[in-house]
C-alpha cells in the first residue's frame, strides 16, 4: 500500500491540478482532519495560508481560533481567522444553521484567496465523508448525479468562478 504522504502529493498535483508553487489557501478547522490536511500540504512542500472561520455556534468556538492561530504560528503559516454570527444569518435569511455555516464560512475563504490571489482553497474532505455523502444523496432521492459524490477539484460560481475548491484527501481514509 501506498504510503499516505505521496497518494496525497499525487492526488495533488493529478487530481487536483494544483502546482508545486501554487499558493493555497487552506481551510483549517482546528479538527484532525484539517490538521492532518496542513501538515500533508506543508510536508508536500506547497505555500499555504491558513484560513479558519469561527461559526460562533459554540461557546469554545474562539478556543478553536486561538489555537488554529497558535498552530500555524509554530509552522511559521500566514493565518487569517474570520468570524460571523451563523444563527442571526439563518434567521435573517431563512436557511438551515448548516447551510448559513456553509455559505459565510465560504464566502470568508473565497475572499481570502481572492485578497492573496490564490486560485484554490483547500479543504480536508476525507474518503468517510465521500460515503457518507453519497449515502445523503441516495437517501434524498437523487439520481445518478448524486452518485458520484464529491469532487477532487470545482469550481463554485455562486462564490467565484475562478478559484476552485479542492479536496486532495477524497481518497484517503479517516
Same mark, same amino acid.
Given at each position: 500500500?501506498?504510503? @499516505?504522504?505521496?497518494? /496525497?502529493?499525487?492526488? %495533488? #498535483? =493529478?487530481?487536483? $491540478?494544483?502546482?508545486? &508553487?501554487?499558493?493555497?489557501?487552506?481551510?483549517?478547522?482546528?479538527?484532525?482532519?484539517?490538521?492532518?490536511?496542513?501538515?500533508?500540504?506543508?510536508?508536500?512542500?506547497?505555500?499555504? @495560508?491558513?484560513?479558519? /472561520?469561527?461559526?460562533? %455556534? #459554540? =461557546?469554545?468556538? $474562539?478556543?478553536?481560533? &486561538?489555537?488554529?492561530?497558535r498552530i500555524s504560528a509554530e509552522k511559521k503559516v500566514p493565518c487569517d481567522i474570520g468570524t460571523g454570527d451563523v444563527n442571526e444569518y439563518s434567521k435573517r435569511h431563512k436557511t438551515t444553521i448548516e447551510e448559513s455555516a456553509r455559505i459565510l464560512r465560504y464566502n470568508f475563504l473565497f475572499s481570502l484567496a481572492r485578497e492573496h490571489h490564490a486560485n484554490v482553497i483547500s479543504v480536508g474532505h476525507n474518503a468517510d465523508d465521500q460515503v457518507e455523502t453519497v449515502l445523503m444523496h441516495l437517501l434524498r432521492g437523487s439520481g445518478l448525479s448524486g452518485m458520484a459524490g464529491m469532487h477532487y477539484r470545482q469550481l463554485l460560481p455562486a462564490f467565484d468562478s475562478n478559484i476552485a475548491l479542492v479536496r486532495p484527501l477524497l481518497d484517503i481514509w479517516r
Open positions: 500500500m501506498k504510503n @499516505i504522504q505521496k497518494v /496525497f502529493s499525487e492526488n %495533488l #498535483r =493529478k487530481h487536483c $491540478a494544483i502546482g508545486p &508553487d501554487e499558493l493555497v489557501v487552506a481551510a483549517i478547522s482546528g479538527g484532525p482532519d484539517s490538521l492532518a490536511l496542513l501538515e500533508l500540504l506543508l510536508q508536500a512542500g506547497q505555500r499555504v @495560508i491558513v484560513g479558519h /472561520f469561527d461559526h460562533q %455556534l #459554540r =461557546k469554545e468556538s $474562539a478556543r478553536d481560533a &486561538d489555537f488554529v492561530r
